[in-house]
């Protein structure tokens, strides 16, 4: 959570060999057991928790690191199934020792590393990995990309796109798991018919890139780390279209709802969250975020400010039952749904999110499939992937979230938030695999 390049990539790990996959197969847990810390909540008895699998960077035999990829395959984050069933397989981001620009503190004593094409001037980039992994959480294979991944998202039956790095200098790569190539793109500059300088931040938010979502064959990426106007506003991008150009270098941005929107009051699905009566008005409309939010490092007379308006940060997102983007936005602690995204009838509404009657960031929401088989959970702090299981199956459209030490079912009508599972340390990523 945030409040607290060449086209292909290079070896950044002493197991994979230079055309990007690792050639050994190996199960990543043979002997890792739930820590005690982790505690299932009474209302969730018939829960059943597991390993499926261990960062590698964290076992009892870490593998060696490049000097560009510290900490090499470590901190699980996003976490994908490419296909169905048994033959399907699972994709997990490991964001290592990577700054979320992309940049790396360069190693002392080494005089010179080598640079990639989406590295700014005077600075050192690093890489990190992807791992395929099969549904009994043995690795297969590990993909070397640029930057610090962030999002994954399935794009064709064989290819997966990864954006790397939320905060700035923002870079796509497809992985193609066929033909087992890793190709990457940079941003091509321009936007709205308008080209920008190359600064290394998205021209209208300040920041980068985050997760992915694929919505009737078009891709929608969120806009996240953006920075504040002069008012405290937030006024970025929340999400853009994003497509690859004919020249096979670059990827384009088309921005499709502004972190400042202006929605009916009627959209609000539980104004009533809100503990400042005067912050929701009964009629009229309001800008996207959370009232009872402050708005991080924006001081007024020496006391912190009341968040004015604006999405602090979209970061993660999803496709509710419905068939919604759902944008999360953690600084405001609410969810964004967008009913036809990037159409003429485009509609939005939010969902503040609540735990105990306080606003509660999380981190990624996802809605039980009917025929989802069990729910996975990278624990980034842990380096642990948690399989969870319910004898009798996830009730089909039932939302559940994570974030800030929890596994937690949410009440989508009134964002209050349940625990299930406690005691997780930086629980970032959820899917249902099926």
Known sequence: MKWSWGVSAACAVTLAGCNGTSPSVSNSNPSVTVPSSVVVSPSAANYQLSIFAQAPGKSAKPPVCDVLSPNCLTKPDSVVQLGTGASSTIWIGYQDGVNADGTITAPSGTSSLPVNSYCPSGSTCGYTQVVQYDVN???????????????????????IWVTSDEDANPVLTAIDSVAKTVTSYSWDGMMNNQTYPSTGNMPNNGGGLDDMQLINGQVFVSGSGPTVDNSGVYDAAAVYTMALNSDGKTFHLNPVLQDNLQIPVANVINASAVAN????????????????????????NNVPKQNPGGLGDVDSSAVDSNGNLVLDSQNDAELVFVSNPGQSNQAVKELFLRFNGQPWPVDDTRWAPAS??????????????????????????????????????????TGSLTPLISGLTKPEGLIFVQ
């Open 137 to 159: 959480g043995n690795m297969l294979n590990t993909y070397n990309v640029p930057g610090h991944v962030d999002g994954i998202v399935v794009f064709n039956a064989h290819t």
């Open 277 to 300: 009566v005067n912050a929701v008005p009964s009629t009229g409309n309001i800008m996207l975020g959370d009232p009872d939010v402050l708005t991080p490092g924006v001081i007024d």
């Open 372 to 413: 989802s088989q069990f729910m996975l959970v990278p624990d980034k702090g842990t380096g642990l992937v948690y399989k969870i299981t319910v004898p009798n199956g996830f009730p089909a459209g039932t939302a559940y979230s994570v974030g800030e030490g929890y596994v937690h079912q949410l009440n989508t009508s």
